[in-house]
């Protein structure tokens, strides 16, 4: 019989990094008021991490267009695809505005 530690066998760490081209001031602000729409944590400035909704990441912008996100938690039962795609629609979203 296999025994887990309860909360580490259904977390995972760390995605690849996904990097944003030309985000703008107001879609880098319109996709923070998103995540924060959805239950998102995210804190002021330009880098930090995000958490909530059982995924954590780290988000850096350097003011001007890049921006990376960086899953570094989520749950193990979802896969990093899954969780990069929903980042992805926050920003989607806010570019298409």
């Not at 580490?8 to 107001?26: G, Y």
């Not at 008021?33 to 780290?58: C, N």
């Amino acid at each position: 019989m296999l025994g887990f530690r309860a909360g580490l066998e259904d977390r995972i760490m760390s995605c690849r990094p996904i990097k944003f081209r030309n985000v703008s001031p107001d879609t880098f602000n319109c996709m923070k008021k998103k995540l924060q729409d959805y239950g998102i944590h995210v804190p002021p400035g330009y880098r930090g991490e995000l958490s909530g909704k059982g995924i954590t990441a780290d988000f850096e912008w350097d003011g001007q267009s890049n921006l990376t996100i960086t899953i570094t938690e989520k749950p193990f039962i979802v896969s990093c695809d899954t969780a990069d795609e929903k980042l992805i629609s926050f920003v989607d979203e806010c570019k298409g505005r």
